[in-house]
T-cell receptor, first 111, second 115 residues
Framework: KQEVTQIPAALSVPEGENLVLNCSFTDSAIYNLQWFRQDPGKGLTSLLL?????REQTSGRLNASLDKSSGRSTLYIAASQPGDSATYLC??????????FGGGTRVLVKP | EPEVTQTPSHQVTQMGQEVILRCVPISNHLYFYWYRQILGQKVEFLVS????????KSEIFDDQFSVERPDGSNFTLKIRSTKLEDSAMYFCASSQGQGSNQPQHFGDGTRLSIL
Protein backbone atom coordinates (compact mmCIF):
# COMPACT_ATOMS: atom_id res chain seq x y z
CA LYS A 1 0.00 0.00 0.00
CA GLN A 2 1.33 3.41 -0.97
CA GLU A 3 2.33 5.65 1.93
CA VAL A 4 3.15 9.32 1.61
CA THR A 5 4.82 11.07 4.54
CA GLN A 6 5.54 14.72 5.13
CA ILE A 7 8.00 15.84 7.76
CA PRO A 8 7.92 18.13 9.65
CA ALA A 9 4.22 18.41 10.41
CA ALA A 10 4.67 22.08 11.25
CA LEU A 11 7.29 24.72 10.54
CA SER A 12 7.70 28.31 11.68
CA VAL A 13 10.21 30.66 10.02
CA PRO A 14 10.91 34.40 9.99
CA GLU A 15 9.95 36.31 6.87
CA GLY A 16 12.62 36.20 4.17
CA GLU A 17 13.95 32.78 5.09
CA ASN A 18 13.83 30.00 2.49
CA LEU A 19 11.38 27.15 3.16
CA VAL A 20 12.23 23.49 2.55
CA LEU A 21 9.32 21.06 2.70
CA ASN A 22 9.85 17.32 2.41
CA CYS A 23 7.67 14.55 1.03
CA SER A 24 8.58 10.87 0.91
CA PHE A 25 6.77 7.99 -0.76
CA THR A 26 7.16 4.24 -0.66
CA ASP A 27 6.15 3.20 -4.17
CA SER A 28 8.77 3.65 -6.88
CA ALA A 29 6.16 3.30 -9.65
CA ILE A 30 5.45 7.00 -9.59
CA TYR A 31 3.53 8.64 -12.43
CA ASN A 32 3.60 12.17 -11.13
CA LEU A 33 3.65 14.13 -7.90
CA GLN A 34 1.59 17.24 -7.19
CA TRP A 35 2.19 19.90 -4.56
CA PHE A 36 -0.85 21.74 -3.19
CA ARG A 37 -1.46 24.65 -0.89
CA GLN A 38 -4.41 24.56 1.54
CA ASP A 39 -5.53 27.60 3.48
CA PRO A 40 -7.61 26.99 6.64
CA GLY A 41 -11.10 25.80 5.78
CA LYS A 42 -10.41 26.12 2.07
CA GLY A 43 -9.80 23.89 -0.91
CA LEU A 44 -6.58 22.66 -2.46
CA THR A 45 -4.71 24.94 -4.83
CA SER A 46 -2.37 23.10 -7.20
CA LEU A 47 1.11 24.63 -7.10
CA LEU A 48 3.36 22.36 -9.14
CA LEU A 49 3.23 18.98 -10.84
CA UNK A 50 6.36 16.95 -11.49
CA UNK A 51 6.19 14.07 -13.91
CA UNK A 52 8.17 10.92 -13.19
CA UNK A 53 10.51 11.75 -16.08
CA UNK A 54 11.40 15.15 -14.59
CA ARG A 55 13.82 16.07 -11.83
CA GLU A 56 12.40 19.48 -11.02
CA GLN A 57 9.77 22.09 -11.81
CA THR A 58 9.82 25.80 -11.11
CA SER A 59 7.12 28.44 -10.81
CA GLY A 60 8.15 31.85 -9.55
CA ARG A 61 9.57 31.48 -6.03
CA LEU A 62 8.60 27.81 -5.93
CA ASN A 63 10.82 24.94 -6.98
CA ALA A 64 9.97 21.28 -6.58
CA SER A 65 12.44 18.44 -7.06
CA LEU A 66 11.86 14.72 -7.46
CA ASP A 67 14.23 11.86 -6.66
CA LYS A 68 12.54 8.60 -7.58
CA SER A 69 15.40 6.41 -6.42
CA SER A 70 15.16 7.67 -2.86
CA GLY A 71 11.38 8.17 -2.95
CA ARG A 72 11.53 11.86 -2.14
CA SER A 73 10.25 15.20 -3.35
CA THR A 74 11.18 18.58 -1.92
CA LEU A 75 9.36 21.87 -2.28
CA TYR A 76 11.52 24.97 -1.92
CA ILE A 77 9.94 28.36 -1.38
CA ALA A 78 12.43 31.19 -1.73
CA ALA A 79 12.33 34.38 0.32
CA SER A 80 9.23 33.43 2.30
CA GLN A 81 6.48 35.96 2.95
CA PRO A 82 3.68 36.01 5.56
CA GLY A 83 1.25 35.27 2.71
CA ASP A 84 2.98 31.91 2.26
CA SER A 85 1.54 30.77 5.60
CA ALA A 86 -0.64 27.75 4.82
CA THR A 87 -0.58 23.96 4.84
CA TYR A 88 1.35 22.38 1.99
CA LEU A 89 0.34 18.93 0.79
CA CYS A 90 2.09 16.56 -1.56
CA UNK A 91 0.13 13.93 -3.48
CA UNK A 92 1.52 10.89 -5.27
CA UNK A 93 -0.01 9.38 -8.37
CA UNK A 94 0.79 5.97 -9.77
CA UNK A 95 -0.77 4.85 -13.06
CA UNK A 96 -4.50 4.96 -12.44
CA UNK A 97 -6.83 7.54 -11.09
CA UNK A 98 -6.26 8.39 -7.49
CA UNK A 99 -3.95 10.75 -5.70
CA UNK A 100 -2.48 9.55 -2.40
CA PHE A 101 -1.87 12.47 -0.06
CA GLY A 102 0.63 13.13 2.67
CA GLY A 103 -0.47 14.61 5.96
CA GLY A 104 0.80 18.06 5.08
CA THR A 105 3.25 20.55 6.57
CA ARG A 106 1.68 23.54 8.31
CA VAL A 107 3.84 26.61 7.63
CA LEU A 108 3.84 29.87 9.55
CA VAL A 109 5.92 32.75 8.21
CA LYS A 110 6.35 35.39 10.90
CA PRO A 111 6.68 39.04 9.87
CA GLU B 1 -8.90 30.98 -14.80
CA PRO B 2 -11.50 28.17 -14.90
CA GLU B 3 -12.18 26.52 -11.59
CA VAL B 4 -14.09 23.67 -9.98
CA THR B 5 -17.10 24.94 -8.04
CA GLN B 6 -18.87 23.10 -5.24
CA THR B 7 -22.19 23.72 -3.52
CA PRO B 8 -23.17 24.07 -0.78
CA SER B 9 -20.10 25.25 1.11
CA HIS B 10 -21.54 23.84 4.34
CA GLN B 11 -24.23 21.18 4.78
CA VAL B 12 -25.71 20.17 8.11
CA THR B 13 -27.78 16.98 8.09
CA GLN B 14 -29.38 14.67 10.63
CA MET B 15 -27.93 11.18 10.90
CA GLY B 16 -29.77 8.75 8.64
CA GLN B 17 -30.77 11.39 6.13
CA GLU B 18 -29.69 11.43 2.50
CA VAL B 19 -27.39 14.18 1.30
CA ILE B 20 -26.30 15.25 -2.18
CA LEU B 21 -23.14 17.23 -2.72
CA ARG B 22 -22.82 19.08 -5.98
CA CYS B 23 -19.87 19.97 -8.16
CA VAL B 24 -19.35 21.72 -11.47
CA PRO B 25 -16.02 20.52 -12.90
CA ILE B 26 -13.93 22.58 -15.30
CA SER B 27 -15.79 22.58 -18.60
CA ASN B 28 -13.34 20.76 -20.89
CA HIS B 29 -12.30 18.20 -18.30
CA LEU B 30 -13.22 14.55 -18.78
CA TYR B 31 -12.20 12.92 -15.47
CA PHE B 32 -13.95 13.66 -12.20
CA TYR B 33 -13.11 12.72 -8.63
CA TRP B 34 -14.36 12.91 -5.07
CA TYR B 35 -12.05 13.02 -2.07
CA ARG B 36 -12.76 13.62 1.58
CA GLN B 37 -10.80 14.97 4.53
CA ILE B 38 -11.91 14.13 8.04
CA LEU B 39 -10.84 16.86 10.46
CA GLY B 40 -7.17 16.48 11.32
CA GLN B 41 -6.62 13.59 8.91
CA LYS B 42 -5.21 13.14 5.41
CA VAL B 43 -7.16 13.80 2.24
CA GLU B 44 -8.53 10.42 1.08
CA PHE B 45 -9.61 9.28 -2.38
CA LEU B 46 -13.21 8.13 -2.72
CA VAL B 47 -14.01 7.64 -6.39
CA SER B 48 -13.11 8.56 -9.95
CA UNK B 49 -15.54 8.85 -12.84
CA UNK B 50 -15.02 8.85 -16.59
CA UNK B 51 -17.31 8.39 -19.57
CA UNK B 52 -20.34 8.05 -17.28
CA UNK B 53 -18.83 5.21 -15.31
CA UNK B 54 -16.94 4.74 -12.09
CA UNK B 55 -13.35 4.01 -13.11
CA UNK B 56 -11.93 3.43 -9.63
CA LYS B 57 -13.21 3.52 -6.07
CA SER B 58 -11.71 3.11 -2.64
CA GLU B 59 -12.91 0.80 0.13
CA ILE B 60 -14.50 3.85 1.77
CA PHE B 61 -16.89 4.16 -1.19
CA ASP B 62 -19.39 1.51 -0.13
CA ASP B 63 -23.03 0.98 -1.10
CA GLN B 64 -24.08 4.08 0.84
CA PHE B 65 -22.28 6.25 -1.71
CA SER B 66 -23.12 6.92 -5.35
CA VAL B 67 -22.02 9.37 -7.99
CA GLU B 68 -23.81 10.74 -11.00
CA ARG B 69 -23.34 13.15 -13.86
CA PRO B 70 -26.98 14.10 -14.35
CA ASP B 71 -26.30 16.59 -17.14
CA GLY B 72 -23.40 18.04 -19.10
CA SER B 73 -22.06 20.19 -16.30
CA ASN B 74 -22.84 18.78 -12.84
CA PHE B 75 -21.21 15.93 -10.95
CA THR B 76 -22.84 14.79 -7.73
CA LEU B 77 -21.99 12.65 -4.73
CA LYS B 78 -24.92 11.12 -2.84
CA ILE B 79 -24.73 9.57 0.60
CA ARG B 80 -27.92 7.58 1.17
CA SER B 81 -28.09 7.22 4.93
CA THR B 82 -25.55 9.42 6.62
CA LYS B 83 -23.58 8.36 9.68
CA LEU B 84 -21.75 10.50 12.22
CA GLU B 85 -18.44 9.34 10.77
CA ASP B 86 -19.37 10.80 7.38
CA SER B 87 -18.71 14.25 8.83
CA ALA B 88 -15.81 15.61 6.78
CA MET B 89 -14.81 18.09 4.11
CA TYR B 90 -15.66 16.66 0.70
CA PHE B 91 -13.62 17.81 -2.28
CA CYS B 92 -14.50 17.47 -5.92
CA ALA B 93 -11.71 17.48 -8.49
CA SER B 94 -11.39 17.23 -12.24
CA SER B 95 -8.67 16.71 -14.81
CA GLN B 96 -8.47 17.04 -18.54
CA GLY B 97 -6.86 13.66 -18.98
CA GLN B 98 -4.97 10.89 -17.21
CA GLY B 99 -1.53 11.64 -18.60
CA SER B 100 1.42 12.16 -16.30
CA ASN B 101 1.38 15.87 -17.15
CA GLN B 102 -2.30 16.31 -16.21
CA PRO B 103 -2.91 17.87 -12.79
CA GLN B 104 -6.10 17.39 -10.83
CA HIS B 105 -7.85 20.65 -9.98
CA PHE B 106 -9.82 20.86 -6.76
CA GLY B 107 -12.84 22.83 -5.61
CA ASP B 108 -13.12 24.65 -2.28
CA GLY B 109 -14.99 21.74 -0.75
CA THR B 110 -18.28 21.13 1.05
CA ARG B 111 -18.10 20.82 4.81
CA LEU B 112 -20.57 18.09 5.79
CA SER B 113 -21.67 18.01 9.41
CA ILE B 114 -23.79 15.06 10.57
CA LEU B 115 -25.73 15.59 13.79
Amino acid sequence: KQEVTQIPAALSVPEGENLVLNCSFTDSAIYNLQWFRQDPGKGLTSLLLIQSSQREQTSGRLNASLDKSSGRSTLYIAASQPGDSATYLCAFKAAGNKLTFGGGTRVLVKP
Amino acid sequence: EPEVTQTPSHQVTQMGQEVILRCVPISNHLYFYWYRQILGQKVEFLVSFYNNEISEKSEIFDDQFSVERPDGSNFTLKIRSTKLEDSAMYFCASSQGQGSNQPQHFGDGTRLSIL
